[in-house]
């Protein structure tokens, strides 16, 4: 089955401090990869993605995120991490729908990112 | 430029009555999704289509119904609103077609309280 596992539910980190936000996936043929974050009250927005090319994606507010084929791992991550950072992260992989094969994203449960000063 | 707008953010209705939640796109995305956010089961799709006039069901498909007489709108409808129904509602786009084109743009969402 295609899923999208954040083990984590909460992370907490000082700020200053590298964080890490962990993905695993499993998936059927090549993985389209994504980050998402929401901020209360808000709807997710886009942070990076993963088509191909280079593992190490880089995308908004300083973040990044590794693409590791062996481990089936998509881990999110920042050098060094900001209170304004503390929100909800979801990371979503691309699935082929099961009808028509129109693409379809399987979310994580989500993790939520504590940021202390 | 809107983006991807919801109406309305908030709704309380009553067990039993008919609830539409609109969604609105201005970048003329192919496909258009609709979402329900629950405590412990993150983001399911309820929803989608690839374009007007096809619409296909997600994973949580059972009472609701969904349309798209127009590329730019998707709108969803509680036919008879129940208790667990009750949820965040994210409506999503994207221009298809593969690789970048791929990346979902969410709406605003909108809180739906059914008594």
């Known amino acids: 089955a295609q899923s999208v596992a954040q083990p984590e539910d909460q992370v907490n980190v000082a700020e200053g401090n590298p964080l890490t936000v962990k993905c695993t996936y499993s998936v059927s043929g090549n993985p389209y990869l994504f980050w998402y974050v929401q901020y209360p009250n808000r709807g997710l927005q886009f942070l990076l993605k993963?088509?191909?090319?280079?593992?190490l994606v880089k995308g908004s507010y300083g973040f990044e995120a590794e693409f590791n084929k062996s481990q089936t791992s998509f881990h999110l991550k920042k050098p060094s991490a900001l209170v304004s950072d503390s929100a909800l992260y979801f990371c979503a992989v691309r699935a082929l729908m099961f009808s028509g094969g129109y693409n379809k994203l399987i979310f994580g449960a989500g993790t939520r990112l504590a940021v202390h000063p | 430029d809107a983006g991807i707008t919801q109406s309305p953010r908030y709704k309380i209705t009553e067990t039993g009555r008919q609830v539409t939640l609109m969604c609105h796109q201005t970048w003329s995305h192919s496909y258009m999704f609709w979402y329900r956010q629950d405590l412990g089961h993150g983001l399911r799709l309820i929803y989608y289509?690839?374009?007007?006039?096809?619409?296909d069901k997600g994973e949580v498909p059972d009472g609701y119904v969904v349309s798209r007489s127009k590329t730019e709108n998707f709108p969803l409808t509680l036919e008879s609103a129940t208790r667990s129904q009750t949820s965040v509602y994210f409506c999503?786009?994207?221009?298809?077609?593969?690789?970048?084109?791929?990346?979902?743009?969410f709406g605003p969402g909108t809180r739906l309280l059914v008594l």
């Open positions: 999503a786009s994207n221009a298809g077609g593969g690789g970048t084109q791929e990346t979902q743009y």
């Open positions: 993963y088509i191909t090319g280079d593992n």
């Open positions: 289509s690839a374009a007007a006039d096809i619409t």
